[in-house]
């Protein structure tokens, strides 16, 4: 009985690390939309992110969160369709 149950026991535990390793993975590299903050349009450095309708996005400092957060619809239109370039025409001075 014991050894059946040490088989399972390990099963369970093998199970869930590889799950949540290929979980993790998946997170980091896929779910950040853009490339370019939807603000200013400068590069990210993988600070400051935001969730908006089950889409993260990612912002270039907290400054631009606040303003985002106010107006996300209005920053999203700033985005090009793949979220690598800055399209918009209302940047701040
Ligand atoms: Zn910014
Ligand atoms: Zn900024």
Excluded: W
């Excluded at 400051?48 to 907290?62: N, P, W």
């Amino acid at each position: 009985m014991r050894k059946y149950l040490f088989i399972i026991l390990a099963g369970i535990l093998l199970f869930g690390f590889s799950n949540n390793t290929t979980a993790h993975e998946g997170h980091k590299k896929d779910t950040v939309f853009n490339t370019v903050c939807p603000v200013t349009g400068e590069e990210l450095k993988g600070k400051h992110f935001i969730k908006y309708k089950e889409v993260t996005y990612q912002l270039c400092c907290k400054r631009c969160m606040r303003k985002f957060d106010k107006d996300p619809e209005k920053y999203i239109k700033n985005l090009s369709k793949d979220g690598k370039k800055f399209i918009g025409n209302n940047q701040p001075k």
